[in-house]
C-alpha cells in the first residue's frame, strides 16, 4: 500500500503554485502541490497528516563543497574561531589540555586577520599550554597550521632556529606531510566524524553534498568508510557525490582511479590544486601580496598537467574540477583550458560539465574560457562575508583595488557561467540561509544576486553541477523526489539586492515564491526528508504529525 503524507497549514515553496499552502507526498515522490482548500478535499484515511503550522517547506540545500571527515572532528575538537589574539589562542589550548593531560590538542578555526594583534605564538608557546603534549591548530583555511615541538619533532625537522623559538606556523608541503601525521585517525574514529558531520548537515537542512576528498586531505581509506558507511545507509543520509581530487594523465589511468571508487564517484578533482588559499598566502597571485611583498604564492600544476588531466578525463568520460584561488591560478587554469579544447574541441568539454572550485578572482579572459569551455563555478559567498569588505583579509592580503573583484557571483552569473555554492566546511559553518544572505550583501554591489537566484544555485544547481541524474532534484513538482526542509521562519519576502527597486515584497499576488526574510533572526530546521525519509527532525516539531488523518 502506497505510503501518502499531507502536509498542510503552512508555506510551500513550489514554482508549480506561488500560494500553495500544502504537499502530497507519496512513497517519496511529491504527488500534489496547492492551496488549502483543494488539500482539505484530497484528504482520505490512508494518508498521514503533518500540520506545519505556519512553517515553511522548501527544497533541501546541497552544499557544493564540502569535508565530511574533517567537519565531523571540527564538531569534537578545540574551535578557536572566536579567538582574538595569541593569548587567547594559548589560553584555549591551555583548558583543552587540562582535560586531558598528555593527549594530543587537535584544534582548527583561527583566524590571525580577524585578531586585535595579529602575532602567532611560538612553538615553544604553544607546547607549554599544552604541557608538552603534541598540538595540532590548522588555520580557518586548513592550508597551514600552528604545530608544537612534538609535532615538529615526529615529521621534518624544524631548521636551523633555536630548539623552542621557531615559529609555530606551517604550511605549504611541509604542512601537508605533519597534517597527515597529526590526524591519522583509527577508522573508528574517521567512521563517528562522518556519521556527525552528515547527522550536522541534515539538522541544517542539508540533504545533499559534494564531498571533496583528496589525498591531501584524508586519504582513499578514509573515501573507502565514507563509501562503506553510504552503501550500508543506503537513503537514510544526506545524498554524497563523491569527489576525488588525483591528477591523472591519461583515460586509462582515469578510468582504473574511477573504478576504484565506484558509481557515488562524481569526478576527478575538487580539491585537485593548482594553488592554496589568501589566508595562508599560499594562493597563487599575478603580483605580490601587498602584506608580503616579495611572496605572490604556490603554483601546485601547470597549465600542461590542467590541459592532461581535463583531456585525460573528457576522453574518459569523467567530470573533472580544479581549486584556483588566486588571479595568477586562475590564468594557468585559463590557459590550460585553451590547450585542451585545441585537442579534443570545445564541445566535448561542455559536455562533460567541468568545475571550477572557489574561482574568487576571476578576469575577463579567464571568464572567456570558463564560458568557452562550459565549466561550472563551485563558489562559497560565505567566504566575502568573512573575508570581504574594509579591513578585511582580502583587503589586507591584496589592497583595496584588488579586493574589490572578488567573489563575482552575479557576473559569472550574468555571463552565462552555472554557479552551484557551498561552504568548504569546516573552514565556514554550515549555515545555508547565511550563505543566500551573503548574495544579497556581496563587498562588489555589482555581483550581488537576489535571494532566489541564490537559494536555485544552492540546491537545483548543486545537483546539476554534481552530476545528479534526477527528474526536478532540487525543486518541489509534482513527479519531483520529495526532498525537503521544513522551516520556522518570522516572515516571508521576496528578496533582491538593489536598493534602487522594490527589493522587499511580502505580498505573494507578485507570483514570485518566497522565502525567509534574512534579517531577522535565522530559520530553524524542523525536518529535513530526503526521498520521503526523514533525516531530522526537530523537537520542536515532534508530535505535529498523526495518523491517520481521520483520528
Given at each position: 500500500m502506497a505510503h501518502l503524507v499531507m502536509y498542510r497549514n503552512g508555506s510551500v515553496y513550489s514554482p508549480a503554485d506561488p500560494f500553495a499552502t500544502a504537499m502530497l507526498v507519496e512513497d517519496g515522490t511529491v504527488a500534489w502541490v496547492g492551496q488549502e482548500a483543494a488539500a482539505a478535499s484530497l484528504l482520505d484515511d490512508r494518508m498521514d497528516v503533518v500540520d506545519l503550522r505556519g512553517a515553511l517547506i522548501a527544497p533541501a540545500f546541497f552544499d557544493s563543497h564540502v569535508h565530511l571527515t574533517e567537519l565531523g572532528a571540527s564538531l569534537e575538537q578545540l574551535d578557536l574561531s572566536a579567538v582574538r589574539d595569541a593569548a587567547g589562542l594559548l589560553a584555549a589550548v591551555r583548558a583543552q589540555a587540562a582535560t586531558a593531560p598528555g593527549e594530543p590538542v587537535l584544534g582548527a578555526g583561527w583566524d590571525e586577520s580577524r585578531w586585535d594583534t595579529p602575532e602567532l605564538p611560538t612553538a615553544a608557546q604553544l607546547s607549554a599550554a599544552a604541557g608538552g603534549a603534541p598540538v595540532y591548530l590548522a588555520r580557518a583555511d586548513v592550508h597551514s597550521a600552528l604545530v608544537s615541538p612534538a609535532v615538529l619533532e615526529a615529521g621534518i625537522a624544524p631548521g636551523t632556529a633555536a630548539p623552542g623559538t621557531e615559529s609555530a606556523h606551517v604550511a605549504g608541503e611541509r604542512h601537508a606531510e605533519l597534517r597527515r601525521r597529526a590526524l591519522d585517525y583509527d577508522d573508528d574514529t574517521r567512521r563517528r566524524y562522518q556519521r556527525a558531520a552528515l547527522a550536522h548537515l541534515a539538522a541544517r537542512g542539508v540533504a545533499g553534498v559534494a564531498e571533496m576528498a583528496a589525498p591531501q586531505i584524508s586519504g582513499a581509506r578514509d573515501a573507502e568508510l565514507l563509501r562503506e558507511l553510504l552503501d550500508a545507509a543506503g537513503d537514510d543520509l544526506p545524498l554524497v557525490r563523491l569527489y576525488w581530487g588525483e591528477l591523472v594523465d591519461s583515460a586509462e589511468t582515469a578510468r582504473a582511479v574511477a573504478g576504484a571508487f565506484g558509481p557515488r564517484l562524481a569526478g576527478l578533482g575538487g580539491d585537485l590544486n593548482i594553488d592554496g588559499s589568501l589566508g595562508s598566502r599560499t594562493a597563487a597571485l599575478s603580483h605580490d601580496y601587498s602584506d608580503a611583498p616579495g611572496e605572490s604564492g604556490t603554483l601546485m600544476l601547470d597549465a600542461d598537467q590542467v590541459a592532461r588531466h581535463l583531456v585525460a578525463c573528457t576522453e574518459a568520460g569523467l567530470q573533472a574540477a580544479f581549486h584556483v584561488i588566486g588571479d595568477g591560478a586562475a590564468r594557468v587554469l585559463a590557459e590550460g583550458l585553451r590547450i585542451a579544447m585545441r585537442q579534443v574541441g570545445a564541445e566535448r568539454l561542455q559536455a562533460l560539465r567541468h568545475r571550477v572550485e572557489h574561482a574568487e578572482m576571476i578576469d575577463d579572459d579567464v571568464l572567456g574560457?570558463?564560458?568557452?569551455?562550459?565549466?561550472?563555478?563551485?563558489?562559497?559567498?560565505?567566504?566575502?562575508?568573512?573575508?570581504?569588505?574594509?579591513?578585511?583579509?582580502?583587503?589586507?592580503?591584496?589592497?583595496?583595488?584588488?579586493?574589490?573583484?572578488?567573489?563575482?557571483?552575479?557576473?559569472?552569473?550574468?555571463?552565462?557561467?552555472?554557479?552551484?555554492?557551498?561552504?568548504?566546511?569546516?573552514?565556514?559553518?554550515?549555515?545555508?540561509?547565511?550563505?543566500?544572505?551573503?548574495?544579497?550583501?556581496?563587498?562588489?554591489?555589482?555581483?550581488?544576486?537576489?535571494?532566489?537566484?541564490?537559494?536555485?544555485?544552492?540546491?537545483?544547481?548543486?545537483?546539476?553541477?554534481?552530476?545528479?541524474?534526477?527528474?526536478?532534484?532540487?525543486?518541489?513538482?509534482?513527479?519531483?523526489?520529495?526532498?525537503?526542509?521544513?522551516?520556522?521562519?518570522?516572515?516571508?519576502?521576496?528578496?533582491?539586492?538593489?536598493?534602487?527597486?522594490?527589493?522587499?515584497?511580502?505580498?505573494?499576488?507578485?507570483?514570485?515564491?518566497?522565502?525567509?526574510?534574512?534579517?531577522?533572526?535565522?530559520?530553524?530546521?524542523?525536518?529535513?526528508?530526503?526521498?520521503?525519509?526523514?533525516?531530522?527532525?526537530s523537537p520542536a516539531f515532534q508530535g505535529a504529525e498523526r495518523v491517520p488523518h481521520s483520528q
Open positions: 574560457s570558463l564560458l568557452e569551455a562550459g565549466f561550472t563555478a563551485s563558489m562559497q559567498p560565505g567566504f566575502d562575508a568573512r573575508w570581504g569588505g574594509p579591513g578585511g583579509l582580502y583587503e589586507q592580503r591584496l589592497g583595496p583595488e584588488r579586493a574589490t573583484g572578488m567573489n563575482q557571483i552575479g557576473r559569472l552569473l550574468a555571463a552565462g557561467v552555472p554557479v552551484c555554492l557551498g561552504s568548504d566546511a569546516p573552514v565556514l559553518p554550515i549555515d545555508p540561509w547565511a550563505s543566500v544572505k551573503a548574495c544579497l550583501e556581496l563587498s562588489d554591489a555589482s555581483s550581488r544576486i537576489s535571494a532566489r537566484a541564490a537559494f536555485v544555485a544552492s540546491t537545483r544547481a548543486g545537483y546539476r553541477a554534481a552530476g545528479v541524474d534526477v527528474p526536478f532534484a532540487g525543486q518541489l513538482v509534482p513527479g519531483a523526489a520529495a526532498t525537503f526542509a521544513v522551516w520556522s521562519a518570522s516572515e516571508l519576502m521576496v528578496q533582491t539586492p538593489d536598493s534602487r527597486v522594490a527589493a522587499w515584497s511580502t505580498d505573494a499576488r507578485a507570483g514570485t515564491p518566497m522565502l525567509p526574510a534574512l534579517d531577522d533572526a535565522a530559520p530553524e530546521c524542523l525536518r529535513t526528508v530526503r526521498e520521503g525519509r526523514i533525516l531530522f527532525e
